[in-house]
């Protein structure tokens, strides 16, 4: 079982940038696929993007492509999320979490639920 903490979030004026860190603890890390998640009041939960075992393979939410980028440090168990350009609908609590396995496609992270989630992290962006 792995376990994951985000950090990173905060407040920040329309047009700025965000990093957010979701760090693992457990010694299989490098077997996990991770994604990025976030919901804002009033809707659901949605995904943003992920990142298989090794950061080969990314995934994005169509509505976020070229503006969040995702990237791991597997020897840090960490995995991180670029957020440029934000806007005020970025408002959300965003959370990581982590998939078990090498084989399945990345895609079905989106649905799988056998993920291990964080506890999130707000962010704000301020217009």
């Known amino acids: 079982q792995v376990q994951l903490v985000e950090s990173g979030g905060g407040l920040v004026q329309a047009g700025g940038s965000l990093k957010l860190s979701c760090i693992a603890s457990?010694?299989?890390?490098?077997?996990?696929?991770v994604g990025w998640f976030r919901q804002s009041p009033g809707k659901e939960r949605e995904f943003v993007a992920a990142?298989?075992?090794?950061?080969?393979?990314?995934f994005y939410a169509d509505y976020v492509k070229a503006q969040f980028t995702i990237s791991r440090d597997n020897t840090k168990k960490t995995v991180y999320l670029h957020m440029n350009a934000l806007k005020p609908e970025d408002t959300a609590v965003y959370y990581c979490?982590?998939?078990?396995?090498?084989?399945?496609?990345?895609?079905?992270?989106?649905?799988?639920?056998?993920?291990?989630w964080g506890q999130g992290t707000q962010v704000t962006v301020s217009s």
């Open positions: 457990g010694p299989t890390f490098g077997a996990y696929a």
């Open positions: 990142i298989d075992w090794s950061g080969a393979t990314t």
């Open positions: 979490a982590a998939r078990w396995g090498r084989t399945a496609p990345l895609t079905t992270i989106v649905n799988d639920r056998s993920k291990y």
